[in-house]
């Protein structure tokens, strides 16, 4: 029988601090044990005898102690006594606190802030008081804003325009009198020309079949008023799109496109956040138009179409056929697949000489195949234990 080990004794400091009552006296104890150090306060009843044998306010060296005293150090504590004060290297203060260890607790003091500003710029905001564009032209009243563009600021139908003729996707709001309501920037008389620079005139504009053209953005689906170049140095009209990064769904007579940027948008959101393409294609409507009271028409088969298109042109990126001289069409079957990185390859991750390896080692350079149709492997992957 193995006898338990004895607990090491505690060194302790006995701080007597006098009381005004002449029968209590208030006893600090810090204790050392293992390294760490304890404290303990507490109020003792004792008689003016006692008081006048042991010194008032005495710092008692420390000293080892076998028995503790006959009161309980924590519900004899007086609520009106002074909290301890610990100085140097018996117990280390705590890390002083900065408003920017919590900053949800900082925010909920300025939530009504934001709460008015929030709403404050659903509406005009300051720009209610001006009456005149900032060109001057008092001819119309500054009532459209971009919510793309950076500011709040507000301008006529003629500035509108003219500032976004090299970026004809933003969207544009129109304050009727009590709120501001979508509009598009076609409705306000902005063409986008194809084929030439947003500053040069084509003489030859050939506008899109129906004058109803349609492209898929990062910041929903837009009808604009789109013009292809005839000039006699033109591009085919799919060509002329892919000229201004937008993907054509058809390459005869396009009617809708899609911008690079959804598109990369797309790809990205499908490996990370597995995102259905029905569901992100109806977010982009939504994001259009989230009140239902203009139905927009439904391209969804035809941005499949595209995605599948972009994610065919990617695989053959990725494997070098963009800059193979015999391009798309000497490419052999299973060139476009992803080689395995754990299968055995020769020059890439087998030493130098693992065919002339010995017998009892060449097990390690082979390829094992198995087929799990039916998820059967998987099973045998548990634990032994």
Same mark, same amino acid.
């Given at each position: ?7 090491p ?9 006098? =009381? ?27 008689? #003016? ?29 007086s ?18 606190e900065y408003a920017?260890?919590?900053p ?34 008092e ?34 709001? #129109? ?7 979508r ?13 030439h620079?947003p ?6 504009p ?9 492209? /898929?953005d ?12 005839g ?14 990064r ?17 598109? #990369?948008?797309y ?13 992100f ?6 994001? =259009? ?12 088969? /035809? ?5 599948? #298109? ?8 990725? =494997? ?12 052999k079957?299973?060139e476009?697949a /992803? ?11 087998l ?19 198995a ?10 992957a548990?634990?032994?234990?």
């Amino acid at each position: 029988m193995t006898r338990a080990a004895k607990k090491p004794k505690l060194q302790v400091e006995r701080f007597i601090q006098p =009381s005004s009552t002449p029968a209590v006296k208030l006893i600090r104890e810090y204790a050392f044990t293992n390294g760490c150090t304890t404290l303990q306060t507490g109020h003792v009843s004792l008689g #003016e005898a006692a008081l006048e044998s042991e010194p008032s306010g005495s710092l008692y060296k420390p000293h080892a102690i076998q028995d503790w005293p006959g009161y309980n150090d924590w519900d004899e504590v007086s609520p009106s006594c002074d909290p301890p004060i610990i100085t140097g290297d018996v117990l280390q203060d705590k890390r002083k606190e900065y408003a920017a260890d919590n900053p949800l607790l900082v925010w909920l003091l300025d939530r009504q802030f934001f709460l008015d500003k929030t709403i404050f710029l659903e509406g005009r905001g300051h720009e209610g008081r001006h009456t005149v564009c900032l060109c001057g032209s008092e001819i119309e009243e500054p009532k459209y804003r971009c919510r793309d563009c950076f500011g709040m600021e507000m301008y006529c139908r003629h500035c509108t325009v003219e500032r976004h003729q090299s970026s004809p996707l933003h969207v544009i709001e #129109e304050w009727n009198g009590s709120f501001f309501q979508r509009t598009h920037l076609k409705s306000l008389g902005l063409r986008v020309q194809l084929g030439h620079p947003p500053s040069d005139h084509c003489y030859n504009p050939r506008p899109s079949t129906g004058n109803d053209f349609i492209i /898929v953005d990062i910041n929903g689906i837009h009808d604009v008023a789109l013009d292809f170049c005839g000039c006699h140095t033109a591009q085919l009209r799919y060509k002329q799109l892919l000229q201004v990064r937008w993907y054509p769904a058809t390459t005869t007579d396009p009617q809708t496109a899609a911008t690079f940027n959804i598109l #990369e948008h797309y790809q990205l959101l499908s490996f990370k956040s597995k995102i259905s393409a029905y569901e992100f294609y109806h977010s982009l409507a939504r994001h =259009s138009d989230n009140t239902g009271l203009s139905p927009i028409k439904d391209h969804y088969s /035809v941005f499949m179409r595209i995605v599948h #298109e972009w994610c065919h042109l990617r695989q053959l990126r990725r =494997s070098g056929r963009g800059h193979d001289p015999g391009g798309i069409a000497e490419t052999k079957a299973g060139e476009l697949a /992803v080689v395995c990185p754990a299968c055995p390859h020769a020059g890439k991750n087998l030493p130098q000489g693992w065919e002339n390896s010995p017998s009892a080692t060449r097990w390690l350079y082979a390829l094992f195949v198995a087929i799990d149709a039916n998820f059967r492997l998987k099973r045998k992957a548990v634990s032994s234990d």
